[in-house]
């Protein structure tokens, strides 16, 4: 049987202050599977962090794949470090790598946005790449902060807007929820 795959894909761009952005890009990798489609998630700047969705790729495997590309702790806007933008530019030769090697229907640059707004990758690297996908790859980009020329390249964009957050009231992020 012939591994089906995607007619058109399109760019998607998901942004905002709002809660939801890697996970709306998981909830479209999970129903992707469901029709047979691959997905590869390129987590920049995460690392070394238990989140619910590792778990979850080892079980949808060979449908969804996560990498992450980052070290355990977040990354400070004021304080970047060289090891930050290495592993975001490791970050962003894979994406080209899995992008041009058309094994997978979806890709997903989880944070992406945040790394172009900080520094770690050249906002034109990845309007290059948008430009020069393969027309049958859904590429997805998250993340807060998504470049204006990033959004104009787009096909659909969303941004998520915080109305009302628990953390305001002190509530940390939990297991299975927030990771």
């Known amino acids: 049987m012939k591994k089906k795959r995607l007619s058109h894909g399109m ?5 905002g202050n709002g809660k939801g952005k890697t996970t709306a890009a998981l909830g479209l ?5 469901g029709y047979g489609y691959k997905t590869f998630m390129i987590q920049f700047m995460k690392g070394n962090i238990e989140y619910g969705e590792l778990e979850t790729a080892k079980k949808l495997t060979p449908y969804l794949t996560i990498r992450q590309m980052g070290r355990g702790h977040l990354v400070s ?12 530019q490791e970050a962003m030769a894979l994406a080209r790598s899995v992008i041009s090697g058309r094994k997978y229907d979806i890709v997903v640059l989880d944070e992406i946005n945040v790394a172009v707004e900080f520094g770690l990758i050249h906002k ?10 393969p027309s049958n790859v859904e590429l997805i980009l998250t993340g807060r902060y ?12 969303t941004e998520m807007a915080e109305i009302k957050h628990y953390y305001q009231r002190g509530v940390q992020s939990r297991v299975g929820i927030e990771r």
């Open 77 to 88: 806007r004021k304080k970047i470090d060289s090891e930050d933008i290495k592993l975001a």
């Open 124 to 133: 034109e690297e990845v309007l290059k790449l948008m430009d020069e996908r």
């Open 146 to 157: 998504a470049a204006q020329e990033m959004i104009e390249r787009a096909d659909l964009v």
């Open 11 to 15: 760019i998607q761009v998901y942004t």
């Open 29 to 33: 990798a999970v129903r992707a599977a």
